[in-house]
Nanobody, 123 residues
Framework: VQLVESGGGLVQTGESLMLSCTAS????????MIWVRQAPGKEREAVAG???????HIATFMKGGVTVSSDNAKNTAFLQIHNVKPEDTAVYYC??????????????????WGQGTQVTVSS
């Protein structure tokens, strides 16, 4: 499975941003996926995702600030970040797994990863 993120770029504080994660195969329906970000000089951190059972999971520090969705017909998942802040500047990655039962926050549990898309928020 190959994943390709898109939608990153330079945005202004307070704007909304929509990131896409397109898969080479039909994987998002019935499988888990996650959005992860890595800010400069920091470790990767999970942002949000959905489980194999369709459950929605959003990191506490992002609640109220993101929407996760998918268009299974297009093999694409989305992460919308509302009211972006400079601290949202990071490379955003998507990952999925075709064997995971439910959802896991542990990043080492995810099998397929995209290359990432850079998001830079200017103040």
């Amino acid at each position: 499975v190959q994943l390709v993120e898109s939608g990153g770029g330079l945005v202004q504080t307070g704007e909304s941003l929509m990131l896409s994660c397109t898969a080479s195969e039909f994987v998002f329906d019935g499988n888990a996926m996650i959005w992860v970000r890595q800010a400069p000089g920091k470790e990767r951190e999970a942002v949000a995702g959905f489980g194999s059972d369709g459950s929605l999971h959003i990191a506490t520090f992002m609640k109220g600030g993101v929407t996760v969705s998918s268009d299974n017909a297009k093999n694409t998942a989305f992460l919308q970040i509302h009211n972006v802040k400079p601290e949202d500047t990071a490379v955003y990655y998507c990952a999925c797994d075709t064997f995971m039962n439910g959802f896991r926050w542990f990043l080492g549990a995810w099998t397929y990863w995209g290359q990432g898309t850079q998001v830079t928020v200017s103040s």
